[in-house]
């Protein structure tokens, strides 16, 4: 089942990756690296089958640090909404306002 | 039973993952991805995960896809049904390279089926081992609270920061 769960894995992986390249809304672009993170959680719980408990461990630490990611960048997008009034990335073309 | 339910998560996990990359509301995009953190879960289970896999529902479901949908009300993209996919050039060179990536990994993944170095490991006897002495939660807090508790105690403070972070950057005036 390792085997298995490491190509569902890589398959989400890529999903995600496509997500974020071919998406604008920079919502869904930040799902979609959700995503990744969670392809690269399975992986980890995968290999912890192999490895020791270590596997399931840098999950836990995964997931906080995802947690954090999310708080910041919302808050990011939230900021960049009220200057712009777009979540559209294609209208975000300047670095300093 | 184990291979059939792994079979049925993995196929809602993919499925629901390519409806979060092609759903045009963000709403359908959140819902879906739902779907896919419960599947994983699920896959969590079968992996002899148990407390991740309690984790995963309700921090990563509960928790923060519930911050993605506030953001989602706040900002009022409910009911934005706006095409956003990039077309074109741009969408084909996005295909080809996504699948040069799955043919590259998958590829790997097929090599390391073959040399045992990864996946032949006794670490899934020592975990099982762990769970039925401590418990599921007692089998990952052990080494969580000995040899890791730097590290823990390190994103105890990352979270302080995010914390603070969001706050200043969300609030109107500093």
């Known amino acids: 089942m390792i085997t298995e769960a490491l190509f569902v894995s890589a398959l989400i992986f890529v999903i995600g990756t496509l997500g974020v390249i071919v998406r604008r809304n920079v919502i869904i672009m930040f799902l979609c690296i959700e995503l990744q993170l969670n392809a690269v959680n399975l992986a980890f719980v995968a290999f912890s089958r192999s490895v020791g408990i270590e596997g399931q461990l840098f999950v836990f630490f995964v997931m906080t640090v995802a947690a954090a990611e999310a708080a910041v960048g919302l808050a990011i997008i939230i900021s960049i909404f009220r200057h712009y009034e777009s979540v559209n990335v294609d209208h975000f073309n300047a670095l300093k306002w | ?174």
């Open chain 2, 1 to 174: 039973m184990a291979d059939l339910l792994f079979f049925v998560f993995a196929t809602v996990a993919i499925g629901s993952a390519i409806g979060v990359v092609v759903a045009r509301n963000p709403v359908g995009s959140l819902m879906s991805m739902v779907a896919t953190l419960a599947a994983v879960a699920g896959i969590f289970v079968l992996l002899e995960a148990h407390f991740l896999a309690a984790v995963q529902v309700i921090v990563y479901a509960g928790a923060i896809m519930v911050l993605f949908l506030f953001v989602i009300m706040l900002l009022n993209l409910g009911h934005d049904y706006e095409r956003d996919m990039k077309g074109g050039v741009w969408s084909v060179m996005a295909f080809a390279t996504t699948g040069g990536l799955a043919g590259l990994l998958v590829r790997q993944l097929g090599r390391s089926a073959d040399s045992p170095t990864f996946l032949t490991g006794d670490g899934g006897d020592a975990i099982d081992a762990a769970l039925a002495e401590y418990g599921a939660v007692g089998a990952i807090a052990r080494p969580l609270f000995t040899d890791y508790v730097v590290p823990f105690e390190l994103v105890g403070i990352l979270l302080l920061v995010a914390i603070v972070g969001a706050i200043v950057l969300a609030k109107k005036d500093v």
